[in-house]
């Protein structure tokens, strides 16, 4: 039963992230529809496979690892497949999914108060942490152009 609700979640997100991705960024849905099919179709088998092989090893991590090696250059149909895909804009495809983790926060905030304040100090170590890294890693690479 998971994978229909999964293939049902991923359907809608699609559609949500069709209609954003016109009405944002101008790309028709006609357009759009292709590159949307085969984001679904990769998330469904990563899915499928964490569920069919019998390691301990979340779905997302073969959904990227499928991604990836479908857009090799030199992979049979990596071009066509990069070239469908780059119609979706991952801001239109990252509104739905932040209003799904939104709602499913929501969902459990039962669980989120019984971490207590700590969660907050954690939330804020990493954005720090991720803020000073970001900036570490822009200065390194800005300096290796040249470009101060």
Do not use: C
């Amino acid at each position: 039963m998971k994978l229909k609700e999964s293939l049902i979640v991923l359907l809608i997100t699609g559609i949500i992230s069709v209609f954003g991705n016109m009405a944002g960024y101008k790309v028709s849905v006609i357009e759009a529809i292709p590159g949307m099919l085969i984001l679904v179709l990769i998330a469904l088998i990563g899915i499928v496979l964490s569920e069919i092989i019998p390691l301990k090893i979340p779905s997302v991590a073969y959904i990227v690892t499928l991604s990836t090696i479908l857009t090799v250059p030199g992979v049979p149909g990596s071009a066509i497949i990069s070239e469908l895909v780059s119609k979706v804009n991952f801001l239109a495809l990252a509104t739905p999914i932040l209003g799904y983790a939104g709602i499913y926060t929501g969902k459990n905030l039962d669980s989120l108060k019984k971490t207590g304040w700590r969660i907050v100090i954690l939330a804020i170590f990493v954005m720090f942490g991720t803020y000073i890294s970001s900036a570490i890693i822009a200065h390194v690479l800005l300096k290796v152009l040249g470009q101060i």
